[in-house]
């Protein structure tokens, strides 16, 4: 068995006091075979930070071997042998709740346990400070709390006496480590005045509270509200809650938290829709969220008193927060609309002309989970076609009087808002040039067309090009404010076939110029 063994086996050390709270006694532990004892000056039992001196007896004097000490597992430097049967050791400034010391006694062959101490660190008691009582308006019972200050580390006894105005006690409960105490209504007359006083005691001394008044009609709170339902509007991050409450004071006011996944509790300022609605917004999408609620009076009344000792205080009375709901709230639908282009086909025999539709993809940040459509409609509303998802470009056949389309993504969450694909041309000529790398591209008016007819607004431009001929048609949308761009990524290193400008305007797009 080596000095570091666990010879001082105590699972656990549980303290108790006598009446006057001291000794120190021992229990559920397994004493060791010792040789000897320890003692501790001023006590075991000590106040947080002191300097101690713990004094090692062996019960044989042999001056050839040598007494050391460990607290709480490391060696104490600070020693001063006092006789051959005792050792002073020097302990400074203990912070610890409670401390184990162990004492050694190492001679040529053998280290043997001399004895153990335990060493318990505590504070006087805190001030008991801002003490509310509060009962509901069907409740029997009337529920005070206090804060207790900082943390003794020590058996800490609460009297709370309950005191007539002129001093009288006509009560007195007493509470052990606690902070929070519950008094039957039925004790205390609704309309006369009390006075809550809290004492505080522990080995190292007394605090006492100062006076509270206490008149139960005004600690009255209100009955805590029930959430009946959890709305979320279509492709909206707003929660709308419904609530209903016994209570019926117009001066009563809802107030919402929440969280998500256990974590910790937000409070959330809400909306008052209308009676019994709120509405929660700057949610996040496709979220589990917890909510609860709770109503308070905006109108309290102020409880007055001639008592020097009290401070007259208003309070806003709250119920007590409510059961728990979950809502998951919805997807998100696409907000923008999609970059639309078309190509037209020359009409045939049959008046028939034939349309192939083109867009880009939605952002992937604009909305919730995946595209499940394209839908096509007339302009007149009716649906011409829908279009798979993997695709993006769709042919159709159209009637020569037809002059627009519109496109919609139908995804998990909604549809993006309708693109309007314009079919008429204006008849106005813009001509693209191309220097000798065949990436950059610029264009320019034709002598008389520009600015437009007074009616029609520039929009944007679209420049339309093939790579390869027969493979086929690449588009970009492009600000109205350019007159050039390039064209980068791949199509840079092979033939660059058929290119041209188009521009788009409030009801036409310009004719093709290849």
């Given at each position: ?297 905006t109108a309290p009344e102020l409880t007055r008193t001639n008592a020097s000792s009290i401070t007259a205080r208003k309070a806003l009375l709250c119920s007590k927060w409510s059961p728990s709901m979950r809502k998951t709230s919805p997807g998100k639908g696409p907000s923008q609309q999609l970059q ?175």
């Amino acid at each position: 068995m080596t000095l570091s063994s666990v010879i001082w086996r105590c699972i656990i050390v549980l303290l108790t006091f006598s009446i006057n709270y001291f000794p120190l006694l021992h229990v559920g532990c397994q004493r060791a075979i010792t040789s000897g004892y320890l003692t501790a000056e001023p006590a075991p039992l000590f106040l947080m930070g002191s300097n101690l001196t713990v004094y090692c007896h062996t019960d044989k004097c042999d001056r050839s071997s040598k007494i050391s000490m460990k607290l709480n597992g490391k060696p104490v430097d600070k020693w001063e042998r006092i006789n051959c049967t005792t050792v002073k050791f020097h302990l400074p400034s203990i912070w610890i709740p409670l401390s184990a010391a162990i004492c050694w006694q190492t001679s040529d062959y053998m280290t043997k346990l001399v004895d153990g101490l335990d060493l318990l660190a505590g504070l006087p008691p805190d001030k008991p400070d801002t003490i509310t009582c509060e009962t509901a308006r069907s409740s029997s019972l009337i529920n005070c709390s206090w804060t207790r200050g900082q943390e003794t580390y020590l058996p800490t006894l609460y009297n709370i006496s309950v005191n007539r105005e002129n001093g009288s006690q006509i009560r007195l409960f007493q509470i052990q480590g606690a902070d929070k105490i519950t008094i039957p209504r039925r004790m205390l007359d609704e309309n006369t005045t009390y006075l809550i006083i809290i004492t505080a005691s522990n080995h190292f001394g007394t605090s006492q509270s100062d006076p509270v008044v206490l008149r139960v009609k005004d600690i009255v709170i209100p009955e805590s509200p029930i959430i009946m339902k959890i709305e979320f509007q279509s492709n909206s991050v707003a929660a709308i809650l419904q609530w209903k409450s016994n209570e019926s004071s117009v001066h009563l006011r809802p107030h919402v938290k929440l969280r998500t996944n256990n974590t910790s509790w937000e409070m959330r300022a809400g909306v008052e829709l209308s009676k019994n609605l709120i509405r929660t917004d700057n949610l996040t999408h496709l979220t589990e969220y917890e909510f609860q609620m709770k109503i308070c009076n905006t109108a309290p009344e102020l409880t007055r008193t001639n008592a020097s000792s009290i401070t007259a205080r208003k309070a806003l009375l709250c119920s007590k927060w409510s059961p728990s709901m979950r809502k998951t709230s919805p997807g998100k639908g696409p907000s923008q609309q999609l970059q639309v282009w078309r190509k037209v086909e020359r009409q045939g025999t049959d008046g028939q002309r034939n349309v192939t539709v083109l867009w880009k993809p939605l952002p992937p940040e604009d909305f919730s989970g995946k595209v499940i459509e394209y839908d096509i409609f007339l302009d007149n509303g009716q649906k011409l076609k829908t279009c798979a998802a993997e695709y993006f470009q769709c042919a159709v056949q159209l009637p020569a009087e037809v002059s627009s389309l519109s496109i919609s993504a139908v995804t998990t969450y909604g549809k993006s808002p309708p693109a309007d694909v314009i079919l008429k041309q204006s008849g106005i000529a813009i001509l693209p040039t191309a220097d000798d790398s065949a990436v950059f591209v610029s264009w320019s008016w034709t002598t008389g067309n520009y600015p437009l007819k007074q009616e029609e607004e520039l929009q944007y431009y679209v420049m339309e090009w093939t790579n390869v001929p027969g493979k086929g048609l690449w588009w970009q949308k492009l600000p109205k404010d350019l007159n050039s761009t390039s064209i980068t990524g791949t199509l840079t290193t092979e033939p660059l076939g058929n290119l041209s400008v188009h521009i788009r305007t409030s009801n036409a797009s310009s004719d093709f110029f290849f």
